[in-house]
C-alpha cells in the first residue's frame, strides 16, 4: 500500500517561505512523477508543480519564479520551496505521484498539507 505524506505546511507572513515535503512510504518502485497540486476555498484543484523521474520540471503561471520543485533521486521524496508567498497562495497542498505500468497510469495522493499566507 502506497502512502504518500506530506509535511511544512503551516502559517507565514506575505513576503516569506516554506518548503513542503513529501514522501513515499510502501513503494518499492519508482514513480513516473511526482508533484504538487493545491486547492484554495470555493476553487478546483490545480497544478503547482511537477517533477519527472528524468528531472524535467513543470509550473503553473502563477508560481514560476517563487516555487521550485525537486526531488531525492532513489527515494521517491519530492519538495516544493516556496519563495515570495502571497495571500493567494494561501490553499491546500496535495502531493501527487503518478505510476506507469504498461499503459496504464495509476496516480496517487497525499492528504494534504494546509498553507496559510496572512500578516
Known amino acids: 500500500q502506497v502512502q504518500l505524506v506530506e509535511s511544512g505546511g503551516g502559517l507565514v507572513q506575505p513576503g516569506g517561505s516554506l518548503r513542503l515535503s513529501c514522501a513515499a512510504s510502501?513503494?518499492?518502485?519508482?514513480?513516473?512523477?511526482m508533484g504538487w497540486y493545491r486547492q484554495a476555498p470555493g476553487k478546483q484543484r490545480e497544478l503547482v508543480a511537477t517533477?519527472?523521474?528524468?528531472?524535467?520540471?513543470d509550473y503553473a503561471d502563477s508560481v514560476k519564479g517563487r516555487f521550485t520543485i525537486s526531488k531525492v533521486n532513489g527515494k521517491n521524496t519530492t519538495h516544493l520551496q516556496m519563495n515570495s508567498l502571497k495571500p493567494e497562495d494561501t490553499a491546500v497542498y496535495y502531493c501527487?505521484?503518478?505510476?506507469?505500468?504498461?499503459?496504464?497510469?495509476?496516480?496517487?495522493w497525499g492528504e494534504g498539507t494546509l498553507v496559510t499566507v496572512s500578516s
Open positions: 510502501g513503494s518499492i518502485f519508482s514513480f513516473k512523477a
Open positions: 501527487h505521484a503518478e505510476r506507469s505500468v504498461g499503459t496504464v497510469s495509476i496516480d496517487y
Open positions: 517533477i519527472t523521474s528524468g528531472g524535467s520540471t
